[in-house]
């Protein structure tokens, strides 16, 4: 099933999105740490891994995603929250810890939840999998449409959660795909030295599920590989391993100096939006003006949200105390 | 007035069980089919149930070692 | 259907268990050997024939995977019952409990809630050894985010695990395997047996219990420990005429600190009894909450009785010494009290 040109424009505008989003986030981010670097100073604190370079995993995956789909993702999920929908607003007020973020400052960049779109993400590597599959079994002993959809590194392949939840989506058939974000690096340690094998989607037979690999981070390739996995798992076919070749242009998180990698490596670096730009024109589906009029819609876009979330009230202090348990019962 | 027996099919051999609890004292109404006690045989538990609805007099107590077919209690 | 029944604790709770799942569709049990073998602590027996395999699902041994599946399906609405078989096993899960289900609703400020309950089966006293015999529940209520409740006695086990289910939060179900009352372990303790009625009904978390009123000292016990204070009570009672008040906390987390708190204000001496590792556990959570309230209520050192921070050995003579029995109880308010 390959894309029309409304689905790659589509894909288009959201690479675009994501990118000028984490660009926004970058940019204020170093704003107002220095002059002594501090973590925990400024309008976005705390650790941030940017989505850079990752965009394509989630346009080309998240397209075919449904509204009672589920989604959960890693501690790098700006590329997922974009692409999935979410409000930008809410976004960018949950990093800078605002009030109104998306859940009110209690959670920040890792832990971004919104029910209203099926989507959260966790911090701890591979902890999305289990929830995911968990809601593929209820969806699955409930009769109800809706599969899930994991994302993590490649490097979270060797948690021990990884080879249980991968054995339990075999074993109980679950509709459930496993997506990983292959960017060679597990922070500073490189895959070869970190992974026995060279694909984790060759694991996928250790587990009676299948298991692809695309390779070339391109929202084409991804879009095809994955309206296999998804009819897969909607059609009671089962889970599916669905290993993305991507890179991350900012190293593991924001301020990474990424000294661990070869300058071969970095200057041979390619920029997927930008290539999918010219390749998007190259064969006509969109012109430059076209490209530039999404360019700067999304800008707009990208600049109220930022806007909103700098003009938020913080929390209260005592705020803290509240909603640690629901106290309600059924 | 109903015995109530241990069932020759709780098990299998000619082993001897223990009474691990009554669920009911001396005195109480119970109804048929019912669980009355566990009967322990080496590690398997069993439940006794109820062969008739009345009221209930403990024979042997909890902790008796009893056979199968042995009356352990009565229901009147 | 008769309303005189005594059960055994296990009894009561599988009663609850039962009731819910007939009613709501949403409730499913999951865990190791729960669908043929009705669980290790006979916390599922006849469950499986009753529900199917589909409801009480048979997992393989992967606590971290099935924890996580388990609030997957409850944040997608449904109440799953994990069990645990040995509460020692939270060694190899500790991240799914606390940094996962234990803190999705918190985190996403309230937009998900996580209405589990896991069961685990915790304590010892029958020489399982180190590893399959620790109580370890204070190492849970150390890290926020769950409900943990820990009943002593058929009453209170089952009305907890109604409201447990029900329970739109993340609740933590601590059976002690002595307390259960199946035959593996002798038999049951008589105190554990009590009259359950036969209809379902809650237990409101964060409510002690007065086991007995007394006014020379008041002992706190946890679960097995509860018991083992009655026994020493008794003994107490009769030898030296001593009023012995005993409070059931029920609920650990959230705990009722008021009840305790307003026994001792009355007695004005306290004891703790804990069958977890003593340090930084139970027993010094309760004593510090008397105290910084209200140091001048006590007559007398508080004291605890609890495992000495040592791992529990196999051998008979050594694992008595170190479990909070009837005997150490006694002992120590002997002692405290010069009698």
Redesign the interface.
């Known amino acids: 099933m390959t894309p029309n040109a409304d689905q790659r424009k589509a894909m288009y505008t959201s690479i675009v999105r994501s990118r000028e989003f984490d660009d926004r986030i970058l940019e204020l981010y170093f704003a107002d740490k220095m002059p002594v670097f501090d973590l925990g100073k400024g309008l976005i604190p705390g650790e941030i891994h940017s989505s850079h370079g990752h965009e394509p995993c989630a346009a080309g995956t998240m397209i075919h995603l449904r509204p009672e789909d589920t989604i959960t993702a890693s501690h790098r999920p700006h590329h997922q929250a974009v692409c999935r929908g979410l409000d930008l607003s809410k976004l960018a007020a949950e990093l800078m810890g605002k009030k109104t973020g998306y859940c009110a400052g209690k959670g920040g960049h890792m832990h971004i939840y919104s029910q209203a779109h099926n989507f959260s993400c966790s911090g701890i590597i591979a902890e999305g999998m289990g929830p995911a599959a968990g809601v593929a079994l209820a969806n699955k002993m409930r009769k109800q449409p809706g599969i899930a959809v994991s994302y993590m590194g490649e490097a979270a392949a060797n948690q021990g959660a990884f080879h249980e939840v991968m054995n339990m989506a075999g074993i109980y058939k679950l509709p459930y795909i496993c997506v990983i974000e292959d960017n060679n690096w597990g922070v500073s340690v490189n895959k070869q030295a970190s992974t026995a094998v060279a694909r984790n989607s060759d694991r996928a037979s250790a587990y009676g599920v299948y298991g692809e690999y695309v390779e070339g981070n391109d929202c084409d390739a991804i879009f095809e590989a994955m309206a296999r996995c998804v009819e897969r798992a909607r059609g009671g076919g089962g889970s599916s391993i669905l290993e993305i070749q991507t890179y991350r242009l900012k190293g593991h998180m924001l301020g990474d100096t990424m000294d661990y990698v070869s300058k071969q490596e970095l200057q041979g670096l390619k920029d997927c939006v930008v290539d999918y730009r010219a390749k998007l024109i190259a064969d006509g589906t969109m012109t430059d003006t076209e490209a530039d009029a999404i360019v700067a819609e999304v800008k707009q876009e990208v600049d109220v949200a930022i806007q909103f979330g700098i003009d938020s009230p913080y929390p209260e202090p005592d705020d803290a105390f509240n909603g640690l348990f629901a106290g309600t019962s059924r | 007035m109903t015995d109530v027996i241990v069932p020759n099919d709780m098990w299998d051999d000619d082993r001897e069980g223990v009474i691990v609890s009554w669920l009911y004292l001396s005195g109480a109404t119970v109804t048929e089919e019912e669980v009355l006690c566990e009967v322990m045989v080496e590690k398997a538990q069993s439940d006794l149930l109820s062969p008739a609805s009345g009221v209930l007099t403990i024979v042997e107590e909890a902790d008796a070692i009893v056979s199968r077919g042995q009356v352990i209690g009565r229901i009147d | ?2 309303s ?5 604790v296990a ?1 009561a709770g599988r009663e609850a268990v039962m009731w819910e799942m007939k009613n ?3 409730v ?1 049990m999951l865990g190791e050997d729960v669908f043929t073998f009705g669980g290790v602590f ?1 916390t599922a027996d006849g469950l499986g024939e009753m529900f199917g395999a ?2 009480i699902l048979d ?2 041994i ?19 019952i994990v069990e645990l078989a040995f509460i020692d096993f939270i060694g190899v899960c500790f ?2 409990i606390a ?2 289900a234990a ?11 996580i ?1 589990m309950v896991l069961m685990l089966g915790a304590g010892g006293g029958y020489n399982n050894g180190a590893q399959h015999s620790q109580y370890l529940l204070s190492t849970l209520a150390h890290m ?2 769950m ?1 943990i409740v820990a009943p002593s006695n058929a009453y209170d086990a089952k009305g907890l695990m109604h ?1 447990a289910i ?4 993340f609740v933590v179900y601590v059976g002690q395997k002595k307390v259960a ?4 372990l002798g ?2 303790i008589k105190t554990s ?1 009590a009259a359950v009625p036969d209809e379902p009904y809650t237990i409101p978390f964060g409510e002690a219990r007065v086991v007995q009123e007394g006014t020379d000292i008041t002992f706190v016990g946890v679960s097995w420990t509860v018991h083992q204070c009655i026994q020493a009570a008794e003994r107490l009672q009769k030898q030296y005429g001593l009023s012995v008040e005993i409070i059931d906390p029920r609920t650990i987390v959230p705990l009722d600190r008021e009840a305790i708190f307003k026994s001792v204000s009355k007695t004005g001496r306290l004891l703790v009894a804990d069958e977890d590792y003593q340090d930084f556990g139970f027993t010094g959570e309760v004593i510090a909450g008397v105290v910084e309230r209200d140091p001048t209520i006590l007559k007398s050192p508080p004291i605890r009785v609890a495992n000495p921070n040592v791992n529990i050995p196999f051998s008979r003579p050594m694992e008595q010494r170190v479990l909070p029995t009837a005997d150490r109880i006694f002992e120590a308010t002997v002692a405290l009290l010069n009698l």
């Open positions: 259907m008769s005189e029944r005594i059960l055994t009894r709501d569709p949403s499913f006979g589909e409801r997992t393989p992967s606590e971290t995977g099935f924890i996580g599946i388990a609030t997957g399906a409850a944040m997608a609405g449904m109440r799953p991240n799914a940094n996962l803190k999705h609703q918190y985190l996403s400020n309230g937009q998900v809630k209405p926020p985010g409900v409201s029900r329970s739109d939060d009352g199946i035959g593996l038999s049951p047996m």
